[in-house]
């Protein structure tokens, strides 16, 4: 069964910091995985989907890195500002997807506090 | 482009009535799928749809149920509500071509509270 799991649980930094979130995975068979934002009683918002076969990915000032093998992947942030406060999660999907499916398994998620 | 959006947002019901929750994907995405979130379980898959087909489940007990029509628009319901219930629904699309997953994006979702 896979398990995602993200710590810490919670962050505080100073303003322009950068980040470095951390997410692991149990089983390495997965498809690809993808990070999201949430902003407190919203929904999740897509920052950046890695696929299995790839070793990084940028948007912005955001940074993904995935080592499957070792079943792990991290959100790297530049210059942290109090607007990126939020609840950041990870997901993975499997890879046995032969006619599809989409099923997410999720991490608790790391609720960031950037102050300024 | 518009995003997922999801009605109602906000609902109160009592132990043991039902709930429809609905959810219309973005234009062109034929997969939608269902979460709950909850402080203490996180976010935890219930189903997806493909085409009017169901084609994964997570594991909740059959009070949770779900559809999709033609149009990928798709419709979770809840009977015999029990305060354990009480989440955040998420619905997510995606494009979901033939073969391996797609970026998946989440509509605001239903805050359902059960008295």
């Known amino acids: 069964k896979q398990e995602v799991t993200q710590i810490p649980a919670a962050l505080s930094v100073p303003e322009g910091e950068n980040l470095v979130l951390n997410c692991s995975f149990t089983?390495?068979?997965?498809?690809?995985l993808q990070w999201f934002r949430q902003d407190p009683g919203k929904g999740l918002t897509s920052l950046l989907l890695?696929?299995?076969?790839?070793r990084e990915q940028t948007s912005g000032r955001l940074n993904v890195s995935l080592d499957k093998s070792s079943g792990r992947s991290t959100l790297y942030n530049a210059a942290s500002q109090p607007g990126d406060s939020a609840t950041y999660l990870c997901?993975?999907?499997?890879?046995?997807?032969?006619?599809?499916?989409?099923?997410?398994?999720f991490g608790k998620g790391m609720k960031l506090t950037v102050n300024p | 482009k518009a995003g997922v959006t999801q009605t109602p947002r906000y609902l109160i019901k009592t132990r043991g009535q039902q709930v429809t929750l609905s959810c219309s994907p973005i234009s062109g995405h034929r997969s939608v799928s269902w979460y709950q979130q909850t402080p203490g379980q996180g976010l935890q898959f219930l189903f997806e749809y493909f085409s009017e087909t169901q084609r994964n489940k997570g594991n909740f007990p059959g009070r949770f149920s779900g559809r999709q029509f033609s149009n990928s628009r798709s419709e979770m319901n809840v009977s015999t509500l029990e305060l354990g219930d009480s989440a955040l629904y998420l619905c997510a699309s995606s494009l979901s071509p033939s073969g391996g997953a797609t970026e998946q994006f989440f509509g605001p979702g239903t805050r359902l509270t059960v008295l």
């Open positions: 089983d390495s068979a997965i498809y690809n």
């Open positions: 997901a993975v999907t499997r890879g046995d997807t032969q006619g599809g499916s989409e099923k997410l398994v």
């Open positions: 890695i696929q299995s076969s790839q």
